[in-house]
């Protein structure tokens, strides 16, 4: 929902990055697996219970994912580029959760699970909704230049990042920040599945 309104404030800032990275050689691909990295070091410290030092890395990684867009738009965009970074950012996504029930699964665990599955069901009626997107040529640029169609919804990248944070702000609260983030997630999904009724009609057959 915030993401964009975020993407105003910081794409500027990270495409004149994205222009300096691009100009010395720097691949968009390198930047998205320095980004993985960082966002793995933040879950890794995050179930070692080193909260605060885990939102170093986490925020680093997270401007890693926005600035290897920049890397990628200034140089060279690639097909598998876009495929990796989605890719990165579901992993990403999955690991702080885990490393939370890592770190605490008797008081994490059935909170922690509910969240994964949240996110598995949202982030599958997100890729469906781009499937279908793209078999009907339909394109947005409301999140910045994608290689996949972004629907938007109630939680988005902005969010997600601001509940992480909150996470490892007060640790103790992760199991109930987990069942309400977990139920909006799965609003979400609702929303999208009810637009993508709206927008993908049945194709006609050919005569």
């Known amino acids: 929902m915030l993401d964009s309104a975020a993407r105003k404030l910081?794409?500027?800032?990270?495409?004149?990055?994205?222009?300096?990275?691009?100009?010395?050689?720097?691949?968009?691909?390198?930047?998205?697996?320095?980004?993985?990295?960082?966002?793995?070091?933040?879950?890794?410290?995050?179930?070692?219970?080193?909260f605060g030092l885990a939102l170093l890395p986490l925020l680093a990684g997270r401007i890693a994912d926005g600035l290897d867009g920049a890397v990628a738009r200034a140089g060279t965009r690639t097909d598998f580029g876009g495929y990796l970074d989605i890719v990165a950012d579901m992993a990403f996504y999955g690991a702080i959760p885990l490393a939370f029930v890592i770190h605490a699964p008797a008081a994490n665990?059935?909170?922690?699970?509910?969240?994964?599955?949240?996110?598995?069901?949202?982030?599958a009626s997100f890729l469906g909704y781009a499937v279908l997107a793209e078999r009907r040529g339909l394109e947005t640029t409301a999140q910045g230049a994608k290689s996949l169609y972004?629907?938007?919804?109630?939680?988005?990248?902005?969010?997600?990042?601001?509940?992480?944070?909150?996470l490892c702000l007060w640790p103790g609260l992760f199991a109930p920040l987990a069942w309400v983030f977990g139920a909006l997630c799965l609003a979400t999904a609702a929303l999208r599945l009810r637009a993508a009724r709206a927008s993908f009609p049945a194709l006609e057959e050919p005569k």
Not at 17 to 26: E, I, P, S
Not at 112 to 121: K, R
Not at 150 to 164: K, N, P, Q, R
């Open 10 to 50: 910081i794409d500027p800032a990270l495409d004149r990055a994205g222009r300096y990275l691009a100009g010395r050689g720097v691949a968009a691909d390198r930047v998205t697996l320095i980004g993985l990295a960082l966002g793995l070091l933040a879950a890794l410290l995050i179930a070692l219970g080193a």
């Open 109 to 123: 665990g059935a909170a922690g699970a509910f969240l994964l599955a949240s996110f598995y069901v949202n982030g």
């Open 150 to 166: 972004y629907s938007g919804g109630l939680l988005e990248g902005t969010e997600t990042i601001a509940f992480f944070v909150a």
